[in-house]
């Protein structure tokens, strides 16, 4: 299965269905129960079949580097608890991983899920569509 237009579109729709229900929801909700509501009344048409999740290039070196990085990392957090509530697939990819070292694990509620089911592709280039992702 290759990546295709549709299903970036995909992935563009999840990112700002879950940001703009997020806005709608107070802090104090747990961030399973969050996602579990998302999920059930703001995504709309989203086929979690046909989509991925695609997560790129949060890694411990740019921490503080990145303005506001912990602000990324909680929402990327909650955007990849959202995707593992759905069964949508998460790709990630790391940016040289041997200069900028691994994926911050702070971005992913359940680290045993992250650790099995999450392929993670190494790469060299400034974009996610390497050979290797091309396969998925």
């Known amino acids: 299965m290759t990546v295709s237009c549709r299903k970036i579109i995909h992935v563009i729709r999840i990112i700002i269905a879950i940001h703009l229900a ?3 929801f107070s802090y ?3 961030t399973a129960m969050t996602s579990t509501i998302v999920a059930k009344t703001s995504i709309g048409k989203l ?3 046909k989509t991925a999740f695609l997560l790129c290039d949060i890694q411990e070196k740019f921490r503080p580097l990145i303005h506001n990085m912990e602000t990324v990392i909680r929402t990327t957090r909650y955007l990849t608890s959202t995707a593992q509530e759905l069964s949508i697939p998460i790709v990630c990819t790391q ?4 200069v900028f070292g691994p994926t911050t694990s702070d971005c992913f509620a359940d680290l045993e899920y992250q650790k099995f089911h999450v392929p ?5 280039r400034f974009s996610m569509l390497t050979d ?3 396969v998925l």
């Open 95 to 98: 940016q040289y991983t041997k």
């Open 47 to 49: 086929v979690p079949q």
């Open 132 to 134: 290797e992702g091309k």
């Open 22 to 24: 997020a806005v709608n």
């Open 28 to 30: 104090s909700c747990s």
């Open 120 to 124: 993670v592709f190494d790469k060299k």
